[in-house]
């Protein structure tokens, strides 16, 4: 464990070992003393440091190019600290707990309220450049990286929820895409039916933070529900949009019209097994997932798959990742640096990691200004109709107005138990009413703690 000579970082460490001495210190502190800060893009900030890092999950190799590039344009090497996905609010927090120096970390929305709640988070606001930053952000990104006023991140990428179809068994199947949810289910009895399919669709039902929950949060809400009430009550009960969604649902594992390996997969394991080219449909899934199914090196039915929109008024999802100020810093000017690197703009002033994941791995940007520029239209059209899935995000809305507990830190765990509860439904170890039933409690039981 290193030293502490942060005071704020110190107390925030103790309050998420349960002092309540330090919680209430640390509450009226307010922000860490601001220290002269560089002005624009290009200054150097006045302090020195000989070491940074970033804690992260793993996405090939975009952080060891990001540290490089660091490195050579301010002389300031970084360390990485990268786990995977599932497993990295466990790792951060057990760092956080530890008192190891974290400069700059990154968060999915279901975990960022925690993170914020525990300390971990060090607002942003009055930082060079925040406003314009603030000013160019997509409406997902403010309702993610603004809480109660302040500026807490930047954005990592945003991602719309879509359905992908593959057009060769839906010819073969003499069918055309689905417009409504009767008609996509008689479609998959008659593939399976026709010999065309053995189990016509994939869905995205792995366990993990959006996979799985993602799924029955996009169809339900096209369906006209939500999870929560105005007031935060679970609308999870008899009649509800949510519990008849799951019924429906779970009805393709009963005929064994779903693939099997829909329990396993998550976002990039579902395109991958997609490209087996076994099945007619995969979905709701993150639209990115056509970067796999469509990129020639990676699937052997690329340039056969196409991107559907949902039924009825094609209302859907959508969701940003952000990255962070720790207040574990070693130097918050530089580390202010750095979250720019990975969140916004480079030394010359460009949204360099936004483009380019925009480019190599069909990534939303949190920022207006790149969604609308000639770059998503250009990169995007090797794997996807642009102008289909442009379409599809302007009818996106925000996962966390669809699922009002992701504002809340008990969300984490009642997502835990809704995996396990909706897995045991979709095999039939419950049905729709009982596993309904037990995420309400569940509800109550989270907010326990």
């Given at each position: 464990?290193?030293?502490?000579?942060?005071?704020?970082?110190?107390?925030?460490?103790?309050?998420?070992?349960?002092?309540?001495?330090?919680?209430?210190?640390?509450?009226?502190?307010?922000?860490?003393?601001?220290?002269?800060?560089?002005?624009?893009?290009?200054?150097?900030?006045?302090?020195?440091?000989?070491?940074?890092?970033?804690?992260?999950?793993?996405?090939?190799?975009?952080?060891?190019?990001?540290?490089?590039?660091?490195?050579?344009?301010?002389?300031?090497?970084?360390?990485?600290?990268?786990?995977?996905?599932?497993?990295?609010?466990?790792?951060?927090?057990?760092?956080?707990?530890?008192?190891?120096?974290?400069?700059v970390s990154q968060s999915s929305p279901f975990s960022f309220p925690n993170f914020i709640q525990q300390?971990?988070?060090?607002?942003?606001?009055?930082?060079?450049?925040?406003?314009?930053?603030?000013?160019?952000?997509?409406?997902?990104?403010?309702?993610?990286?603004?809480?109660?006023?302040?500026?807490?991140?930047?954005?990592?990428?945003?991602?719309?929820?879509?359905?992908?179809?593959?057009?060769?068994?839906?010819?073969?199947?003499?069918?055309?895409?689905?417009?409504?949810?009767?008609?996509?289910?008689?479609?998959?009895?008659?593939?399976?039916?026709?010999?065309?399919?053995?189990?016509?669709?994939?869905?995205?039902?792995?366990?993990?933070?959006?996979?799985?929950?993602?799924?029955?949060?996009?169809?339900?809400?096209?369906?006209?529900?939500?999870f929560f009430e105005p007031d935060g009550t679970p609308a999870l009960g008899p009649g509800s949009v949510?519990?008849?969604?799951?019924?429906?649902?779970?009805?393709?594992?009963?005929?064994?019209?779903?693939?099997?390996?829909?329990?396993?997969?998550?976002?990039?394991?579902?395109?991958?097994?997609?490209?087996?080219?076994?099945?007619?449909?995969?979905?709701?899934?993150?639209?990115?997932?056509?970067?796999?199914?469509?990129?020639?090196?990676?699937?052997?039915?690329?340039?056969?798959?196409?991107?559907?929109?949902?039924?009825?008024?094609?209302?859907?999802?959508?969701?940003?990742?952000?990255?962070?100020?720790?207040?574990?810093?070693?130097?918050?000017?530089?580390?202010?640096?750095?979250?720019?690197?990975?969140?916004?703009?480079?030394?010359?002033?460009?949204?360099?990691?936004?483009?380019?994941?925009a480019k190599d791995a069909m990534l939303g940007s949190g920022y207006q200004s790149v969604m609308e520029?000639?770059?998503?239209?250009?990169?995007?059209?090797?794997?996807?109709?642009?102008?289909?899935?442009?379409?599809?995000?302007?009818?996106?809305?925000?996962?966390?107005?669809?699922?009002?507990?992701?504002?809340?830190?008990?969300?984490?765990?009642?997502?835990?138990?809704?995996?396990?509860?909706?897995?045991?439904?979709?095999?039939?170890?419950?049905?729709?009413?009982?596993?309904?039933?037990?995420?309400?409690?569940?509800?109550?039981?989270?907010?326990?703690?």
């Amino acid at each position: 464990m290193r030293d502490l000579p942060n005071t704020k970082y110190d107390l925030s460490r103790r309050r998420l070992l349960g002092s309540a001495a330090g919680a209430a210190t640390l509450a009226g502190m307010g922000g860490l003393a601001r220290s002269p800060l560089a002005a624009t893009w290009a200054d150097r900030p006045p302090s020195e440091v000989d070491l940074l890092n970033f804690v992260v999950w793993t996405y090939g190799d975009i952080y060891s190019q990001l540290a490089t590039r660091f490195e050579e344009d301010w002389g300031v090497p970084v360390e990485s600290v990268i786990s995977s996905f599932n497993d990295h609010p466990a790792k951060l927090m057990t760092m956080f707990a530890s008192g190891d120096y974290i400069d700059v970390s990154q968060s999915s929305p279901f975990s960022f309220p925690n993170f914020i709640q525990q300390g971990l988070v060090e607002p942003l606001d009055g930082l060079p450049g925040i406003e314009e930053y603030v000013a160019d952000f997509s409406p997902f990104t403010k309702q993610v990286a603004v809480q109660n006023g302040q500026v807490m991140g930047l954005p990592y990428f945003s991602a719309i929820w879509v359905w992908n179809y593959y057009e060769d068994l839906l010819e073969q199947a003499g069918l055309e895409p689905f417009q409504d949810y009767d008609e996509l289910i008689e479609q998959l009895r008659k593939a399976k039916k026709d010999g065309v399919s053995q189990h016509p669709i994939l869905w995205v039902a792995g366990v993990g933070l959006e996979q799985l929950p993602g799924t029955w949060y996009s169809l339900t809400w096209n369906r006209g529900g939500t999870f929560f009430e105005p007031d935060g009550t679970p609308a999870l009960g008899p009649g509800s949009v949510a519990r008849e969604t799951l019924r429906w649902w779970a009805k393709t594992f009963e005929e064994e019209l779903a693939d099997p390996e829909s329990l396993k997969v998550q976002f990039t394991s579902s395109a991958k097994a997609f490209s087996a080219g076994k099945n007619l449909y995969r979905g709701p899934n993150h639209h990115y997932g056509l970067s796999i199914v469509n990129d020639p090196e990676q699937s052997p039915i690329a340039g056969r798959v196409k991107v559907h929109g949902f039924p009825g008024d094609g209302r859907t999802i959508g969701v940003t990742h952000v990255y962070f100020l720790s207040t574990g810093t070693r130097d918050r000017d530089w580390a202010w640096k750095l979250l720019q690197y990975l969140g916004g703009r480079t030394k010359d002033g460009e949204y360099t990691q936004a483009v380019n994941l925009a480019k190599d791995a069909m990534l939303g940007s949190g920022y207006q200004s790149v969604m609308e520029s000639d770059i998503i239209r250009e990169s995007w059209a090797q794997w996807g109709d642009v102008d289909a899935i442009l379409d599809m995000w302007g009818k996106a809305t925000y996962l966390g107005e669809v699922v009002s507990s992701v504002n809340e830190p008990w969300h984490f765990p009642w997502t835990d138990r809704l995996n396990i509860e909706v897995q045991n439904c979709l095999t039939g170890q419950i049905d729709a009413d009982q596993c309904c039933d037990i995420l309400t409690a569940a509800v109550d039981e989270a907010k326990r703690g």
